[in-house]
C-alpha cells in the first residue's frame, strides 16, 4: 500500500514538473522584468562608482561588484578564481580644463577680445590631452592627415610650430581612396605632434573624448560647432562651408588668425592595474562544452574629473543587459549544450583595450568561440538594432523568430557590420575572426553622451527587459542547436 501511494506520488510529481521543465526558458523568459534589469544599470550609474575610468578605484568597485554577482549566481570563473581578468592600463586624472578664444582686434586702438568657453557646452577635455597651457595662434589644417600613399597632406605648406592646431573630425570621402586606416583619432594626434604642435582643437562636438593615446606635452579640447565658427569667421568661413569644401575632396588649410588658450591640471597615470570581468554557464554537453557564445559590453566610462560622468546609457546599460542575461541563465535547471561566457570590459572608452585584451587572451577552456554579441548603449529608446544580423543571420534570425512567438519588441532590425572603422568591442573578435553582432537602441535620444548628463534618469528600462528576454531565449536555442 505505502509502496504504491509512494509510485503513484512520483507519478504525480513527475506530471506537472515536466511541463514546467520542458517550457523552462519560456519560464524563466518571464521573470526577466525591467526593474531588476535597472536596479543593475542604476547601482552601476552610481556616484559610488566614480564614473567608472579603468584604472581608478571606482572602476575597481564596479568590477568587484559584478565579480560578486557572477559568484552569487554561481557562474564559473573564466580566468582565475575572482572572475577577474588583469591587464595594465594608462589613465589622465584631468583635474580642471580651461579654454579660452582670443579673436583679434578690429582695428589698432582696440585690445584682443578674449572669449571664455563653457565646459560642457562649448568644449570638453580628453582623456589622453597633455597637461599645461598654451596660448598661441590657431592654425586650421583640414583633417589634420598626412597620407602620401593617397596624396593627401592637410600640413602640406603651412607651419604648424608652436601653434595650436584645429583638426576636424573624420576623413576625406575620395571615390577610389580608401581612408579606412586614418578614421582613428590616433593619426590626427601623431601628424600634430610630427609637425611640432603647442596645442590641439579637435572639432567634433563638446564632449569628453575617449579613445586616444596619451600625448605627453600636447593640451587639447574637443569642441563643437560654435567654437568652429568662431575660428572661421574671419576668413569668412563657417562650419558647414569648410565641411562641404573638405568632403569634395579639396584639402584646406589656413592660418585663422584667431588665437586660443588652452589650460590643463592634472596628471597622467601609466600602468594603472584594471580588470575585464568574465564568468561562464558550463554547457552540458560533454563535446559541445567546448563550444561557446560571448555576451559582452564594457563596464567602464569617462570617470570621475572634472565630474562624475554616469554613464548610464554608455554602457552601464548594456553591462546591465549582460548582467540580466547571465543572471537568467543562472537560473536555468537543464543547462543548453553549449557554454555561454559573459564579459565585461574594462577600457573600452580609452582605446577597446579590456576587449582587445580578451581576444587575444582566449580561454582555454571552452575554447572554440562561436558568437560574440556585443552590447553597448542598450537603455535609450524603443527598438532594438542589431548590427551584424544581416552579415551573420545565425542568431539574429533565431531572435526574430522569438520575437514573432512572444510579440516582445514591435520593431526589430539589422544590418551589416564590420571591424573595419568600428567603434566598440565586437571589434577585436571579428578581427580574430569570431562572428559578432552588436546591438543597440533606437528611437531614444542620444542625449547627453561621454558628459555629465548620460545619468540613470535618460534610462528607459523597458527595452532593456526586451533585449534580455530576445537575447535569452534565441541564446538558448542558439547554444542547443
Ligand atoms: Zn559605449
Redesign the pocket.
Known amino acids: 500500500m505505502k509502496y504504491k501511494r509512494f509510485v503513484l506520488s512520483v507519478a504525480v510529481f513527475l506530471l506537472i514538473l515536466l511541463p514546467v521543465l520542458a517550457d523552462e526558458p519560456e519560464n524563466v523568459m518571464k521573470s526577466i522584468n525591467a526593474g531588476d534589469i535597472f536596479e543593475l544599470n542604476k547601482i552601476l550609474a552610481s556616484p559610488d562608482m566614480k564614473g567608472r575610468l579603468s584604472g581608478t578605484d571606482g572602476y575597481d568597485k564596479a568590477a568587484k561588484w559584478t565579480a560578486a554577482k557572477f559568484k552569487r549566481w554561481r557562474l564559473k570563473p573564466v580566468y582565475g578564481k575572482d572572475f577577474l581578468q588583469p591587464f595594465e592600463v594608462g589613465y589622465n586624472e584631468m583635474r580642471e580644463t580651461h579654454f579660452s578664444v582670443i579673436l583679434p582686434p578690429k582695428d589698432k586702438e582696440e585690445k584682443p577680445q578674449v572669449l571664455a568657453m563653457e565646459i560642457y557646452k562649448d568644449f570638453c577635455p580628453t582623456l589622453y590631452g597633455g597637461f599645461g597651457q598654451v596660448e598661441a595662434d590657431v592654425v586650421f589644417v583640414g583633417f589634420g592627415l598626412t597620407a602620401p600613399e593617397l596624396g593627401w597632406d592637410d600640413y602640406r605648406d603651412i607651419d604648424v610650430k608652436g601653434k595650436i592646431v584645429a583638426t576636424l573630425h573624420g576623413t576625406p570621402q575620395i571615390e577610389g581612396k580608401d581612408f579606412s586606416k586614418y578614421v582613428e583619432r590616433q593619426p590626427k594626434l601623431d601628424s600634430a605632434v610630427k609637425h611640432e604642435a603647442a596645442g590641439l582643437i579637435l572639432i567634433n562636438r563638446a564632449v569628453v573624448s575617449g579613445s586616444g593615446n596619451y600625448m605627453e606635452g600636447l593640451p587639447m579640447v574637443m569642441v563643437g560647432d560654435k567654437v568652429a565658427n568662431l575660428l572661421f569667421k574671419p576668413k569668412g568661413y563657417d562650419i558647414q562651408s569648410v565641411k562641404a569644401l573638405l568632403r569634395d575632396g579639396n584639402p584646406l588649410s589656413f592660418e585663422t588668425g584667431v588665437k586660443a588658450m588652452i589650460h590643463t591640471i592634472g596628471a597622467h597615470h601609466d600602468k594603472a592595474l584594471t580588470f575585464n570581468v568574465v564568468g561562464m554557464l558550463e554547457g552540458s554537453d560533454p563535446e559541445l562544452r567546448n563550444e561557446y557564445i560571448i555576451f559582452g559590453g ?1 563596464l567602464d566610462s569617462m570617470g570621475p574629473w572634472p565630474v562624475v560622468h554616469p ?1 548610464a546609457s ?2 552601464a546599460s ?1 553591462s546591465a543587459v549582460v548582467m540580466g542575461l547571465a543572471h537568467a541563465f543562472s537560473r536555468l535547471k537543464k543547462r543548453p549544450k553549449r557554454s555561454i561566457v559573459f564579459a565585461l570590459f574594462a577600457a ?2 580609452t582605446g577597446l583595450r579590456g576587449s582587445k585584451h580578451m581576444a587575444s587572451n582566449l580561454p582555454e577552456f571552452p575554447s572554440k568561440p562561436i558568437l560574440m554579441s556585443n552590447h ?2 542598450n537603455g535609450v529608446g524603443t527598438s532594438v538594432y542589431v548590427a551584424g544580423g544581416k552579415t551573420y543571420p545565425e542568431l539574429y534570425e533565431i531572435i526574430l523568430k522569438v520575437n514573432a512567438k512572444y510579440k516582445i519588441n514591435e520593431n526589430i532590425s539589422g544590418g551589416t557590420i564590420s571591424h573595419i572603422g568600428g567603434n ?1 568591442d565586437y571589434v577585436p573578435f571579428m578581427e580574430k575572426k569570431i562572428p559578432a553582432l552588436s546591438t543597440w537602441v533606437r528611437g531614444g535620444q542620444r542625449y547627453g553622451i561621454h558628459t555629465k548628463e548620460d545619468s540613470i534618469y535618460v534610462i528607459t528600462p523597458k527595452i532593456m527587459e526586451d533585449i534580455v528576454r530576445l537575447y535569452f531565449v534565441a541564446g538558448y536555442q542558439f547554444a542547443n542547436k
Open positions: 564594457h554613464g554608455d554602457n548594456g573600452e572608452e553597448d548603449m566598440s
